[in-house]
């Protein structure tokens, strides 16, 4: 049986801004340093 994640927003909030960072190191890994931080955005 899977819990209700909205019962505890604060792990559901942390998961998914792990999730994010995660993603968003991953595809900055693949970029050159100088637009990794920023994803060619500024």
Do not use: C, Y
């Amino acid at each position: 049986i899977i819990p209700n994640p909205f019962r505890r927003p604060v792990a559901t909030t942390v998961f998914f801004i792990g999730t994010g960072v995660t993603f968003w190191l991953g595809i900055g890994a693949t970029l050159p340093i100088e637009k990794s931080l920023t994803l060619g955005l500024f």
